[in-house]
Nanobody
Framework: VQLQASGGGLVQAGDSLRLSCAVSGRTASSYALGWFRQAPGKNREFVAGVNRNGAFTDYADSVKGRFTISRDNAKNMVSLQMNNLKTEDTAVYYC??????????????????WGRGTLVTVSS
């Protein structure tokens, strides 16, 4: 399984940005998918997760109400729409896939496959 994230860039506080992640290797519907981020000098943290068919989502408190995760299994894609960005959202963002996933569950840990990351920089 390979994941390739894209869509990062430099934006100003209050702007929006959409990240995309292409999932290849096996059918994307086999996996729960998630987004994580790692800011400079900090540990990687969970951002958002979506279950296998896109019906259920989960968000970190820091992004709830501003970020939206979605998936398109027909296109083997997962996206993260980020609105009202803040300087503290600056980080490298990673998409990830978890193989041991029941249909209705989202997960915050134990992901098996990771993309290489895309940098999001939010300036004030």
């Amino acid at each position: 399984v390979q994941l390739q994230a894209s869509g990062g860039g430099l934006v100003q506080a209050g702007d929006s940005l959409r990240l995309s992640c292409a999932v290849s290797g096996r059918t994307a519907s086999s996996y729960a998918l998630g987004w994580f981020r790692q800011a400079p000098g900090k540990n990687r943290e969970f951002v958002a997760g979506v279950n296998r068919n896109g019906a259920f989502t989960d968000y970190a408190d820091s992004v709830k109400g501003r970020f939206t995760i979605s998936r398109d299994n027909a296109k083997n894609m997962v996206s993260l729409q980020m609105n009202n960005l803040k300087t503290e959202d600056t980080a490298v963002y990673y998409c990830a896939a978890r193989t041991r996933a029941i249909l209705s569950a989202t997960y915050r840990d134990s992901y098996d496959y990771w993309g290489r990351g895309t940098l999001v920089t939010v300036s004030s």
